[in-house]
Structure formats: C-alpha cells, structure tokens
C-alpha cells in the first residue's frame, strides 16, 4: 500500500458534479500541484483553480484534503469535486496519474480502509450492499452491518471460546493451584454460545432475504384470476384482464414491499393440458417460473369444481413452498370444499380483507411472518455462514465430548478452531483470495 491510487468516484457520465478521489502517501505533493492555492488545512472545503501537470487550469472546484489516519481510507486522502463533464473529470485523473498516483482497482479505497483498521471485513463488504441496494429496506439493512454490530457481537463470542480455553490450559500447566474447569458450567456456555450462532443464522437469512427479496410465481389454471391479482397486489391495472381463458401468453414481472422484504411477483400463463401452439409456449414459461420461484402462489377457481389441471399443479406443488388461493369465494365454494386444504385461502381478489391475507401468507411461508429487524447486523455472505456453520461444527464436537464424559481438557482442540472460523467473518483471520473476492464486488473509486 506504498503507491498512491486516484479514481473517479461518482458514476461515468454527464452530471451536476464530478469526484475523483487520490489516497496514499504522495498527496501532499500531487495537491501542491493540482491545487496549489489550497492549504491543506484537513476537512477544509477549499475553492480555487485546478490544474494540470503543466500548470494549465482544468477547471474551478473544491478540494477537501483528509490527514491520515482520520481519513476513510486511514491514509492522507484528496477529493476534487469538480463539474460534472465526462472531459473536465477525465483530464483531472489523468493529471493525477501524470503526476504519480496509479489507477485504482476496485474496492481498492475501501480495501484499504479495512487494512488500516477503519472497518472489519464484513463491515467493508456491508459498502458495497449498500451501493447494491435496490430497496430501502436493503439499504437499511446493509447500514446496519457498516455500524460494525456483528464484529462486536462476533468478538464477544470469541471472547468466550477463548476464557474457556485459557480456564482448561491454567488446569493442564497447574494441575496443584488450578482446579478443572467445572463441567456442567462449561456445558452451559457452550450451550449458550450454540444457541447465539444458530440465531446468527436465521438472522442471517432474513438478512439475505431483505437484501435479495425472493420471487413469487402466480400460477394457476386459465381463467382463475392470477392477473387480476397481480393487480390487487400491485394496487393498479398492470396485466389484461380478460374472462377469455388464455389471454396471458408470457409472463410478467412486476415488484411489490412486504415487511420490507422485496417480493418480485411472476404473472404466468394459465397451465393446462390441452393448448394451442402459442399458448403452450406461455405454458412453458409458466413451468420455467414457477421452478425458479421460492414460493408458488397457486391460484384456483374455488367457485368451481377442481379441474383435471388444478388438480395436476396442486399435486405438483404439494412439497414446495406455497400458498393456495381459492378465488371466486364470491360467487361459491365448491373448489375449496373439494380440496379441503388446511392452509388454504379462500376469498376473491377484490376484496381488500383477501389481499391482506395473502400478503400475510406470503411473509409466513417466506421467512416466518415476523417483520425482519433491519437494525440488527447479520451475515451476508455465503463465506460468512459457511464461517459460523463450520465454528457451529466444531462446537458440537466440543459438547459431544463432554457428553461422552471424557475429560473436559479434551474440548481445547475443538473450541481453538471454532474461534478461528469465526474470524473469518470479521477478517482477523482472511486469506488474500478471500480478500480478493470480498473487495472485486466494488466499483472503481469505492
């Protein structure tokens, strides 16, 4: 981390403003030529001329200097916010490379953020969900793992698998002044310590829900109403609605917020055996969906006795996550009454009562019904789950030997490596490919 690094910051493109950003240890002297007229005094907004490396002005800007280590990156860093012209920002960076610095790699700023100790591992990747955030519930969520929450709660769990440790090897180095540890209070904690990894987990994947959302496939028989709920779920007239059986021939996407949880729904064509040429392409589609979705919403005419293809696509959908909706009830419940599915919702797309279940029924099936807490850090990486599932391994291993009744000392071994999984998640202990990985997810000048 000896070079000295410029990029442009803000996206590529004509706009109000430009940023491109310099770090290392050459920015004293790049700024004393860049911008000559500025003092330097750390978080100070200077105006003033920028120049080149001949001394001719590019344009009029700000310049913010930051002195390490109070700095994002913990090294003297140098903003120029400049007019936004794709020319104007491009002949900047490249009087800064004149002048010294090299190009940055992605994630470079931020990767050496984390070198420096600004952020742990996970706290740095939660910036690059943050950029990636599509909802504001992602970008709440992906805020909260920046706060560095989950390293300390990490930290604390390490903590504890290492005073248990320390208390097992005082009693092998001084068997005559130190007693072994007692054996159901150091049962207890790794129960405890357990029982905090696995809520890790299922937060975790609440986590990962929030951020990624999950799909939904409305399908269902011809004619049973999957647009017109499409359009009740989505409050407005998104897909024709017609009482002519067939009349959706591809699928349409559209998104929706339930608990804050983006729910991204799939309107597929009517499946049915018997189809003409075109309509078995929709059909096809419908297939593909409804295979690729988390949940299947399936939707059937419960005004009607159940079809040969209603009862096709629920035997079909039987051992997957779904919700089963008998539409029509207005009009009679023969379907539903044949059916006799517990679980069942029985109503009609036009009634607000109906839409809250569903909504209800799809935040059950899909992560349990209860509104995620997007303040509480969590994993968000597969290498982080896999560093708790393998710290959770090696705890099992630790109980199971006192369950056995072998000696407690025997638990060293397997607590030494739980703790050294869990510091993976926060970078005290990463390989330079993990690193590597972690920190390609960034744009240039991030």
Same mark, same amino acid.
């Given at each position: 981390m000896s070079e000295t690094i410029a990029a442009l910051a803000t996206p590529p493109g004509r706009g109000a403003i430009a940023i491109v950003r310099v770090s290392g240890p050459?920015?004293? #002297?790049? &700024?004393?030529?860049?911008v000559p007229s500025a003092a330097l005094q750390p978080h100070y907004a200077h105006y003033g001329a920028i120049l080149d490396e001949r001394g001719e002005t590019i344009d009029r800007g700000v310049a913010l200097f930051a002195q390490a280590p109070h700095s994002y990156t913990g090294e003297d860093t140098l903003e120029l916010q400049i007019h936004g012209s794709p020319i104007v920002a491009r002949e900047v960076l490249r009087a800064l490379l004149a002048l010294g610095a090299r190009p940055a790699e992605p994630g470079e700023f931020? !990767? !050496? &953020?984390?070198?420096?100790? /600004?952020?742990?591992? @996970? &706290?740095a990747a939660a910036v690059a969900d943050l950029i990636d955030a599509e909802t504001r519930s992602a970008a709440r969520a992906a805020l909260a793992n920046l706060g560095g929450g989950l390293a300390n709660e990490v930290n604390a769990l390490r903590a504890r698998f290492t005073a248990i440790v320390e208390d097992c090897s005082g009693a092998i180095d001084f068997p005559d002044e130190v007693p072994d540890p007692d054996r159901a209070r150091v049962q @207890?904690?790794?129960?405890?310590?357990?029982a905090a990894l696995q809520r890790l987990q299922r937060d975790g994947e609440v986590g990962r829900l929030v951020r990624e959302g999950i799909t939904v496939a409305i399908v269902g028989p011809p004619n049973a109403g /999957?647009?017109?709920?499409?359009?009740?779920?989505?409050?407005?007239? !998104? #897909?024709?609605?017609?009482e002519i059986a067939g009349t959706t021939r591809d699928t349409i996407e559209e998104s929706i917020a339930i608990d804050g949880?983006?729910?991204?729904?799939v309107d597929t064509a009517g499946i049915r055996d018997h189809a003409d040429r075109l309509e078995a392409a929709g059909i096809e589609r419908s297939q593909r969906a409804l295979a690729a979705a988390r949940i299947a919403l399936v939707v059937l005419d419960g005004s009607a006795p159940l079809t040969s293809d209603a009862r096709a696509l629920l035997a079909r959908t039987s051992a997957d996550a779904r919700v089963v909706f008998f539409n /029509?009830?207005?009009?009679?419940e023969i379907g539903a009454r044949e059916a006799a599915i517990p679980d069942a919702i029985s109503g009609s797309v036009y009634e607000p009562g109906t839409i809250r279940a569903l909504r209800a029924a799809l935040a059950r099936v899909g992560w349990g019904g209860e509104a995620p807490d997007l303040e509480r850090p969590h994993l968000a990486s597969a290498r982080e789950f896999a560093a708790v599932n393998a710290a959770l391994h090696a705890l099992e291993a630790a109980?199971?030997?006192? !369950?056995a009744g072998e000696p407690v000392d025997l638990v060293v071994g397997d607590l030494q490596e739980a703790?050294? #999984?869990?510091?993976?998640?926060?970078g005290d202990v990463a390989a330079e490919e993990v690193l590597g990985g972690v920190f390609r997810r960034f744009c240039i000048g991030k």
């Amino acid at each position: 981390m000896s070079e000295t690094i410029a990029a442009l910051a803000t996206p590529p493109g004509r706009g109000a403003i430009a940023i491109v950003r310099v770090s290392g240890p050459d920015v004293r #002297a790049i &700024a004393a030529r860049v911008v000559p007229s500025a003092a330097l005094q750390p978080h100070y907004a200077h105006y003033g001329a920028i120049l080149d490396e001949r001394g001719e002005t590019i344009d009029r800007g700000v310049a913010l200097f930051a002195q390490a280590p109070h700095s994002y990156t913990g090294e003297d860093t140098l903003e120029l916010q400049i007019h936004g012209s794709p020319i104007v920002a491009r002949e900047v960076l490249r009087a800064l490379l004149a002048l010294g610095a090299r190009p940055a790699e992605p994630g470079e700023f931020t !990767r !050496r &953020a984390f070198m420096h100790g /600004k952020l742990d591992l @996970h &706290a740095a990747a939660a910036v690059a969900d943050l950029i990636d955030a599509e909802t504001r519930s992602a970008a709440r969520a992906a805020l909260a793992n920046l706060g560095g929450g989950l390293a300390n709660e990490v930290n604390a769990l390490r903590a504890r698998f290492t005073a248990i440790v320390e208390d097992c090897s005082g009693a092998i180095d001084f068997p005559d002044e130190v007693p072994d540890p007692d054996r159901a209070r150091v049962q @207890h904690e790794l129960d405890a310590i357990g029982a905090a990894l696995q809520r890790l987990q299922r937060d975790g994947e609440v986590g990962r829900l929030v951020r990624e959302g999950i799909t939904v496939a409305i399908v269902g028989p011809p004619n049973a109403g /999957k647009s017109s709920l499409l359009n009740a779920l989505l409050g407005e007239e !998104r #897909a024709i609605v017609s009482e002519i059986a067939g009349t959706t021939r591809d699928t349409i996407e559209e998104s929706i917020a339930i608990d804050g949880v983006g729910v991204r729904l799939v309107d597929t064509a009517g499946i049915r055996d018997h189809a003409d040429r075109l309509e078995a392409a929709g059909i096809e589609r419908s297939q593909r969906a409804l295979a690729a979705a988390r949940i299947a919403l399936v939707v059937l005419d419960g005004s009607a006795p159940l079809t040969s293809d209603a009862r096709a696509l629920l035997a079909r959908t039987s051992a997957d996550a779904r919700v089963v909706f008998f539409n /029509k009830a207005d009009l009679g419940e023969i379907g539903a009454r044949e059916a006799a599915i517990p679980d069942a919702i029985s109503g009609s797309v036009y009634e607000p009562g109906t839409i809250r279940a569903l909504r209800a029924a799809l935040a059950r099936v899909g992560w349990g019904g209860e509104a995620p807490d997007l303040e509480r850090p969590h994993l968000a990486s597969a290498r982080e789950f896999a560093a708790v599932n393998a710290a959770l391994h090696a705890l099992e291993a630790a109980r199971e030997t006192l !369950r056995a009744g072998e000696p407690v000392d025997l638990v060293v071994g397997d607590l030494q490596e739980a703790h050294a #999984a869990l510091g993976h998640v926060t970078g005290d202990v990463a390989a330079e490919e993990v690193l590597g990985g972690v920190f390609r997810r960034f744009c240039i000048g991030k």
